[in-house]
């Protein structure tokens, strides 16, 4: 494994589990203590990583944020396909469809685009990693919103995204997010993106929160859409199903996404 391979596996490792130690990375990457040490180090001086005592620890929610789209698309992958692959089915003929710059919004894009029965549906997102992933799509208009891109994430914010935006009438709007709680309704960390996705909610009739299951119980900086504002969520097997219940109390819909 080279290097720069390895830091990202180490990221991710971080992401997952917010802090580890050297023996647990040592054993999993298969490499001595010593170039784990000098890797971690490595990690800190680029204020991805803080050092602690024997091992360390996300630097923080701007890190997270800052973790390349590769990074965080491999984060939960297979959930997300399902995910995906279960909000696509949900797509009718005609529809006009807005995606953020999530990574899930992403397998729901690239859901899409494997359904060949799809015609006269428009696609409109404001993630460039979304519409690259659609390209090519036979039957299936793709727009790019305009506006300031965040090369970290791939996401696209602005006055002029949402004048953009402000032009189509929605039919569904598939959204990520960084945490969901019952109380908070849907949450991301970035001011930027809250508003704009915030805009994405008042423009659609319908609203699908297409979040895996280590997003439960989370709240980041603001909320972008309450509990009142969703219709679905489309999670995987492993959201909790106390959470599950209690959001299907409140009126929301529940769809579980697997490979059967």
């Known amino acids: 494994m080279l290097i720069g391979e390895r830091h990202e596996r180490i990221i991710e490792l ?6 580890v130690s050297v023996s647990e990375l040592s054993a999993i990457l298969d490499v001595s203590p010593v170039t784990i040490r000098s890797d971690l180090n490595q990690l800190a001086e680029q204020g991805k990583a803080l050092r602690t005592h024997g091992g360390a620890r996300l630097a ?10 590769t990074t965080r698309q491999r984060l939960n992958a297979e959930q997300k396909h399902q995910i995906g692959q279960c909000a696509a089915r949900l797509v009718q003929p005609g529809e006009a469809i807005l995606l953020d710059a999530s990574t899930t919004a992403a397998a729901v894009g690239q859901a899409l685009k494997g359904r060949a029965d799809l015609t006269g549906v428009t696609v409109v997102t404001t993630g460039i990693w979304t519409a690259l992933e659609m390209l ?10 305009g506006g300031t891109l965040r090369t970290t994430s791939g996401s696209i ?21 960084w945490g969901l709680t019952l109380e908070d309704g849907l949450t991301d960390t970035l001011l930027a993106e809250v508003e704009l996705k915030r805009m994405m909610v008042r423009c659609c009739q319908e609203l699908t929160a297409v979040v895996d299951s280590s997003k439960f119980g989370q709240t980041a900086v603001a909320s972008f859409a309450g509990v009142a504002d969703v219709a679905r969520i489309i999670t995987d097997p492993g959201a909790p199903p106390g959470m599950l219940r209690r959001f299907e109390k409140t009126g929301v819909e529940v769809l579980i996404a697997d490979s059967t």
Not at 60 to 69: D, F, S
Not at 157 to 177: C, D, K, P, Q, Y
């Open 136 to 145: 090519g799509a036979p039957t299936i208009q793709v727009v790019l919103a």
């Open 14 to 19: 971080l992401v997952e589990r917010e802090a």
């Open 157 to 177: 914010t602005g006055s002029i995204t949402e004048e953009v935006l402000g032009r189509f009438n929605f039919h569904r709007a598939f959204l990520g997010a």
């Open 60 to 69: 923080g929610e701007r890190a997270r944020q800052e973790y390349t789209y």
